[in-house]
């Protein structure tokens, strides 16, 4: 997800939360701070069909990028929101999938901010006890 938060007072635009893709051109020239979050990872997956001698792991959070900047009228800013790692289940024992980058960039700006996807999960054998 995006996120654009205003600076201080009452005046300015309202906080703007962007939880799909798109180019966001604004109006006006503002001062934001933009938080970019990226897409969790998927967990382990131990299948039905496997004995009890496995174990998985939850996935990890997408990162936070956090940064303060001058938004310019008229430019084209991209957001692309990173999606949460894919299911990873089935019968059988799998690693979990990871999520992807959410960004926020402009390139004739030089603006580019990336929260990272979260690693997925892991799946792992241990002795019977």
Same mark, same amino acid.
């Given at each position: 997800?995006?996120?654009?938060?205003?600076?201080?007072?009452?005046?300015?635009?309202?906080?703007?939360?962007?939880?799909?893709?798109?180019?966001?051109?604004?109006?006006?020239?503002?001062?934001?701070?933009?938080?970019?979050?990226?897409?969790?990872?998927?967990?382990?997956?131990?299948?039905?069909?496997?004995?009890?001698?496995?174990? &998985?792991? @939850?996935?990890? #959070? +997408? =990162?936070?990028? %956090? /940064?303060?900047?001058?938004?310019?009228? !008229?430019?084209?800013? *991209?957001?692309?929101?990173? &999606?949460? @790692?894919?299911? #990873? +289940? =089935?019968?059988? %024992? /799998?690693?979990?999938?990871?999520?992807? !980058?959410?960004?926020? *960039?402009?390139?004739?700006?030089?603006?580019?901010?990336?929260?990272? =996807?979260?690693?997925?999960?892991?799946?792992?054998?241990?002795?019977?006890?």
């Amino acid at each position: 997800m995006a996120f654009l938060g205003q600076r201080g007072s009452t005046n300015g635009i309202p906080n703007m939360l962007f939880r799909d893709g798109m180019t966001f051109s604004p109006d006006i020239t503002f001062e934001a701070y933009v938080y970019v979050i990226g897409g969790g990872g998927s967990g382990g997956a131990v299948g039905t069909a496997i004995s009890n001698n496995y174990a &998985a792991s @939850g996935g990890g #959070a +997408g =990162g936070c990028a %956090v /940064s303060r900047l001058i938004l310019t009228a !008229n430019q084209n800013y *991209v957001i692309t929101i990173g &999606a949460g @790692g894919n299911y #990873a +289940g =089935g019968a059988g %024992v /799998s690693d979990g999938n990871d999520g992807t !980058n959410t960004t926020f *960039v402009n390139s004739g700006e030089s603006v580019s901010i990336t929260g990272n =996807g979260g690693a997925g999960g892991n799946q792992s054998s241990h002795g019977a006890g």
